[in-house]
């Protein structure tokens, strides 16, 4: 009988044992902790090693350039102290994201994918709205979408809506995958003689049909789920911040795991703080592959939840009196380190010229960690089309091609990466479906004018938003609501137009309805639509009409 058998039927066991002594208490405490229970085993660190390229480059020809895409995880727009603001009131500089902008392009009117991780990542990696292959809602385990529905409300706050008539539609989280019948861009360019590699966060499916390495990915190193332990909650190098408010936040430190999987091998526990080891990973990557063209997909998962910092960045940072604030800085800074290294590394191989360097964010800032400032100027949070949801920094490097210091002012999605790195690989996008992405160079570069895009798309639910040059419609669904805002007036959404303007309302709800029409039944159904106050973020007292949205998820 395997390990795995045991563990699950000594828990069943406990089940019955923890039902007949209180079973309303039971039944909360093991809906939080049996995702845990039954993970995998998780073994001992161990060395990682990068197939190598060749020892030198091919001779003859014009090398196609290296494409190297970092993702960072919940990273609230005024996170950065690019544009003179930052976290903390910029107690936290982030020269080595900030020199990705200043040595290339800073896209200022970035939009991402989705308003919540993982579609934001299928809509990278295939060029598409996630929407248009059902990919609509995050992956979460049932057990979560239960946790959450079943916490007590804040104070003030409008219930969540929990779909337990739904629940006879839901799949297994390890099913939740982009289609195998989508092309990813690993798939594209690995057609190209790429060599394809991922680091970090997937979150696109844990099946083996879904993983990596079926995706195009020539090697992998990271975690499927949507969220990973940074240390053990008990080691000496780490200072951590719960968030008792936050049902997530339970969640996660209750089952989450300190591991990492390489390829499709057992789990492992990492050698060190996780950033920084995906960091030195890169690195390593960068130098084997040093000699061929290849794709580094660096999805770090800062600073997503669980609020973990590294001791050292924590006490480097003593100026900041407030805990929580100060563990979520600590947290930044390792990112930008991080970062740092990677544009070192390509630097210190002779590779900076040639590589076309992508730097965005999955989404904006979440409401759930407390911390009001993380998207300023913009309202809004993760899990809303407000701009704080979805209008993201959005950086592209290639020295090559591109002359440093550049500013971009026209809306671009991260839709857009898919064509852009494609078209500077030489592949020619596939012509088999919509590719709602476009090749941005050109327009970088001036030899292309206008907008890239005259209409961008976003929905989950019955909660979705159009971006129609200047115009910009929400509807939302629960509670039954439309906002109508000129973002070239307005950047930051405060005047709500819908009222005074019905003309330009009724335009744009006809053209929502289109982009609606053309997208597919979401492969699994959302169990929960969760309330997210557009200006107060969760743990923070709220006037009671105070504005908010329902997420659908």
Same mark, same amino acid.
């Given at each position: 009988?395997?390990?795995?058998?045991?563990?699950?039927?000594?828990?069943?066991?406990?089940?019955?044992?923890?039902?007949?002594?209180?079973?309303?208490?039971?039944?909360?405490?093991?809906?939080?902790?049996?995702?845990?229970?039954?993970?995998?085993?998780?073994?001992e660190?161990?060395?990682?090693n990068?197939?190598?390229?060749?020892?030198?480059q091919a001779?003859?020809g014009?090398?196609?350039?290296?494409?190297?895409?970092?993702?960072?995880?919940?990273?609230g727009?005024?996170?950065?102290?690019l544009s003179?603001?930052?976290?903390?009131?910029?107690?936290?500089?982030?020269p080595?994201?900030?020199?990705?902008a200043?040595?290339?392009v800073?896209?200022?009117q970035?939009?991402?994918?989705n308003?919540?991780?993982?579609?934001?990542?299928?809509?990278?990696?295939?060029?598409?709205?996630?929407?248009?292959?059902?990919?609509?809602?995050?992956?979460?385990?049932?057990?979560?979408?239960?946790?959450?529905?079943?916490f007590?409300?804040?104070?003030?706050?409008?219930?969540?809506?929990?779909h337990a008539?739904?629940?006879?539609?839901?799949?297994?989280l390890?099913?939740?995958?982009i289609?195998?019948?989508e092309?990813?861009l690993?798939?594209?360019?690995?057609?190209?003689?790429?060599h394809?590699?991922?680091l970090g966060?997937?979150?696109?499916?844990?099946?083996?049909?879904?993983?990596?390495?079926a995706?195009?990915?020539?090697?992998?190193?990271?975690?499927?789920?949507?969220?990973?332990?940074y240390?053990?909650?008990?080691?000496?190098?780490?200072?951590?911040?719960?968030?008792?408010?936050?049902p997530?936040?339970k969640?996660?430190w209750?089952?989450?795991?300190?591991?990492?999987?390489?390829?499709?091998?057992?789990y492992f526990k990492p050698?060190?703080?996780?950033?920084?080891?995906?960091?030195?990973?890169?690195?390593?990557?960068?130098?084997?592959?040093?000699?061929? =063209?290849f794709?580094?997909?660096?999805?770090?998962?800062? $600073? *997503?939840?669980? &609020?973990?910092?590294l001791?050292? #960045? +924590?006490?480097?940072l003593?100026?900041?009196?407030?805990?929580?604030?100060?563990?979520?800085?600590?947290?930044?800074?390792?990112?930008d380190r991080?970062?740092?290294?990677?544009?070192?590394?390509?630097?210190?191989q002779?590779?900076?010229?040639?590589?076309?360097?992508?730097?965005?964010?999955?989404?904006?800032?979440a409401?759930?960690?407390?911390?009001?400032?993380?998207?300023?100027?913009?309202?809004?949070w993760?899990?809303?089309?407000?701009?704080?949801?979805?209008?993201?920094p959005?950086?592209?490097?290639?020295?090559?091609?591109?002359a440093?210091?550049?500013?971009?002012?026209?809306?671009?999605?991260?839709?857009?990466m898919?064509a852009t790195?494609?078209?500077?690989?030489?592949?020619?996008?596939?012509?088999d479906?919509?590719?709602?992405?476009?090749?941005?160079? =050109?327009?970088?570069?001036g030899?292309?004018?206008?907008? $890239? *895009?005259?209409? &961008?798309?976003?929905?989950?639910? #019955? +909660?979705?938003?159009?971006?129609?040059g200047?115009?910009?419609?929400?509807?939302?669904?629960?509670?039954?609501k439309?906002?109508?805002?000129?973002?070239?007036?307005?950047?930051t959404?405060?005047?709500?137009?819908?009222?005074?303007?019905?003309?330009?309302?009724?335009?744009?709800?006809?053209?929502?309805?289109?982009?609606?029409?053309?997208?597919?039944?979401?492969?699994?159904?959302?169990?929960l639509?969760?309330?997210?106050?557009?200006?107060?973020?969760?743990?923070?007292?709220?006037?009671?009409?105070?504005?908010?949205?329902?997420?659908?998820?």
């Open positions: 009988m395997s390990l795995r058998v045991r563990r699950i039927g000594a828990i069943a066991l406990l089940l019955t044992l923890l039902a007949a002594l209180a079973w309303p208490h039971a039944r909360d405490y093991l809906v939080l902790h049996i995702v845990g229970w039954t993970a995998p085993h998780v073994s660190s161990r060395a990682v990068w197939a190598s390229g060749p020892a030198s001779p003859g014009k090398r196609a350039p290296n494409i190297v895409l970092i993702l960072a995880d919940d990273l727009y005024n996170d950065l102290s003179g603001g930052g976290v903390a009131e910029g107690a936290v500089p982030t080595s994201i900030n020199a990705i200043q040595q290339g800073n896209l200022t970035g939009y991402a994918g308003a919540t991780c993982a579609p934001s990542r299928a809509a990278i990696l295939t060029g598409r709205y996630a929407t248009r292959f059902g990919f609509e809602f995050t992956p979460v385990p049932t057990q979560f979408a239960k946790v959450i529905g079943r007590p409300n804040e104070p003030g706050r409008p219930p969540v809506i929990y008539e739904r629940e006879a539609q839901a799949i297994a390890d099913d939740m995958g289609p195998t019948s092309i990813t690993a798939e594209l360019l690995k057609r190209q003689g790429y394809t590699i991922h966060k997937w979150h696109l499916g844990s099946a083996p049909q879904f993983r990596p390495l995706a195009g990915f020539d090697e992998s190193l990271g975690f499927y789920p949507g969220a990973s332990m240390l053990p909650e008990d080691s000496p190098e780490v200072v951590n911040s719960k968030q008792d408010f936050d997530i936040d969640f996660l209750a089952n989450l795991p300190f591991a990492v999987q390489l390829n499709n091998e057992a050698t060190g703080y996780l950033t920084d080891y995906l960091g030195d990973q890169a690195v390593a990557a960068i130098q084997a592959n040093a000699k061929r =063209p794709f580094l997909y660096v999805a770090f998962n800062a $600073p *997503h939840t669980p &609020l973990q910092a001791k050292s #960045d +924590y006490e480097a003593a100026q900041i009196p407030d805990h929580r604030l100060r563990v979520y800085a600590a947290m930044i800074r390792a990112l991080n970062v740092g290294k990677i544009t070192a590394a390509l630097k210190a002779g590779l900076d010229d040639n590589t076309l360097l992508l730097f965005t964010t999955d989404n904006g800032g409401n759930y960690i407390g911390l009001p400032d993380i998207n300023r100027p913009y309202r809004g993760k899990a809303s089309f407000f701009e704080g949801g979805i209008h993201v959005f950086f592209i490097k290639w020295p090559a091609q591109l440093a210091g550049g500013r971009y002012e026209q809306p671009v999605a991260h839709v857009d898919f790195a494609a078209r500077a690989a030489g592949a020619t996008l596939p012509a479906r919509v590719v709602d992405g476009v090749d941005l160079i =050109p327009y970088l570069q030899r292309e004018t206008g907008r $890239p *895009h005259q209409t &961008l798309y976003w929905r989950s639910g #019955d +909660y979705a938003t159009l971006l129609d200047d115009w910009k419609l929400q509807v939302s669904g629960t509670p039954r439309d906002w109508l805002f000129n973002l070239k007036d307005d950047p959404e405060q005047v709500d137009l819908a009222a005074r303007n019905p003309e330009k309302l009724a335009e744009l709800k006809a053209r929502l309805a289109e982009y609606n029409g053309q997208m597919a039944k979401p492969l699994w159904p959302a169990l639509e969760a309330p997210i106050r557009i200006d107060y973020p969760l743990g923070v007292p709220a006037p009671a009409d105070a504005a908010y949205v329902y997420w659908s998820n």
